[in-house]
C-alpha cells in the first residue's frame, strides 16, 4: 500500500474532530493542523500535531511540505466582523492555497458551504444545481464565496486539482424540519471527502456536500462524478423531528425556511453583532 500524507485545517472545530479518527487508515499519515490546541498523539495514531495559523505562510508551507493533499476545513464561523472573516477566511484560504502550491501539494479540498448560494430560494420539484452563481446569505457567505474563486484560480493558472464542498447542514443527526432535505451526515461526509481524494483527475469541482435525503433539496451529479456515494437520509429520523418542531424557530416555517440559507438570511443577520455600521 502507498503512503499517503494529509493536511487536515481546523482540525479542532467540530468537522475537524471527526474527521481526525475517521480519516485514519493504515499507510495515511494525518498532519492535524489548528490555531487552537489539539490532544495530544494517542498510541497507534498515525498523526502528527502543528498548532499555528492557516494565515501564516512559512507555517503552513512547512507543513504541506512532502503532503499528497490538503484538507482546508479551517473558517469561522456564524456571525463575526468583516475584518476577522477577512484576515481568516479570505486571506487564510489564499494562504493556504499558495502554501500547497509553493510545497507541491496537487490537490486541495476547500470545505465551501450553501451559505456561499444561501439566497437562492429553495427549488421546487427540483434539485439546486451544482454551480448555481453564487448569491451569498452574510458575510461569511460572502468568504465561501471568495473561496470558491481562489480554488478557481488556483486550478486554472497552476494546474492544481481543487474541489469546493458546498457542505449543507453538518449534524450528527438532523434537528429540524429544514434539515430534512439540507443533512450531511458525518458518514457521508466522511465519504464524500474520501472520494475527492481519490478522484482521478477531478481537475476544479464545486461539489454539494449533502446526504441523499427523501426530501433533498441540492443535486448530487458532481458529487456522484467523483465516486461518492450515500449511505444515509435524515428521513430516518423524520418522526422525531416532526413531532418536535417549535412553531417560532425561523427554520422551521418562518422567514429563512424559503431560502437555502435559511436562518443566515434573516436581514439583521450581519447587523450591530457582526460589528457592522451604516455608514461603513
Known amino acids: ?45 498515525n498523526i502528527e500535531i502543528h498548532q499555528g495559523s492557516i494565515t501564516d505562510g512559512t507555517f503552513m508551507e512547512a507543513v504541506c511540505q512532502g503532503a499528497d493533499a490538503v484538507i482546508h476545513m479551517a473558517s469561522l464561523l456564524d456571525n463575526h466582523t468583516w ?9 487564510g484560504t489564499r494562504t493556504v492555497l499558495e502554501a500547497a502550491r509553493l510545497a507541491g501539494v496537487g490537490r486541495v479540498v476547500l470545505a465551501s458551504s450553501h451559505h456561499a448560494v444561501g439566497f437562492h430560494p429553495k427549488y ?11 448569491r451569498p446569505d452574510s458575510f461569511y457567505g460572502v468568504t465561501k464565496v471568495a473561496g470558491e474563486a481562489l480554488g478557481s484560480l488556483y486550478h486554472d493558472r497552476y494546474g492544481m486539482d481543487v474541489i469546493c464542498l458546498r457542505i449543507a447542514s453538518y449534524q450528527p443527526v438532523p434537528s429540524d424540519k429544514r434539515q430534512l ?13 474520501e472520494a475527492a481524494l481519490s478522484a482521478v483527475d477531478p481537475g476544479y469541482k464545486i461539489v454539494w456536500g449533502v446526504s441523499d435525503n427523501t426530501r433533498r433539496w441540492m443535486s448530487l451529479e458532481e458529487a456522484a462524478s467523483l465516486g461518492y456515494k450515500s449511505v ?49
Open 232 to 280: 444515509d437520509n435524515a428521513e430516518d429520523y423524520a418522526e422525531d423531528v416532526l413531532a418536535t418542531l417549535d412553531p417560532d424557530n425561523v427554520q422551521n416555517g418562518h422567514f429563512g425556511t424559503h431560502f437555502l440559507g435559511g436562518a443566515f438570511c434573516v436581514p439583521d443577520f450581519d447587523g450591530p453583532a457582526a460589528g457592522f455600521h451604516p455608514h461603513q
Open 1 to 45: 500500500m502507498n503512503s499517503q500524507t494529509i493536511v487536515l485545517t481546523g482540525a479542532a472545530g467540530e468537522i475537524g474532530r471527526m474527521l481526525r479518527s475517521a480519516l485514519a487508515r493504515e499507510g495515511r499519515t494525518i498532519r492535524l493542523v489548528d490555531i487552537q490546541e489539539l490532544n495530544p498523539v494517542e498510541a497507534g495514531e
Open 181 to 193: 432535505g439540507h443533512w450531511l451526515s458525518p458518514t457521508d461526509c466522511v465519504g464524500l471527502i
Open 124 to 134: 421546487e420539484g427540483a434539485y439546486a444545481p451544482d454551480y448555481m452563481y453564487p
Open 83 to 91: 475584518e476577522s472573516y477577512l484576515h481568516v477566511n479570505i486571506n
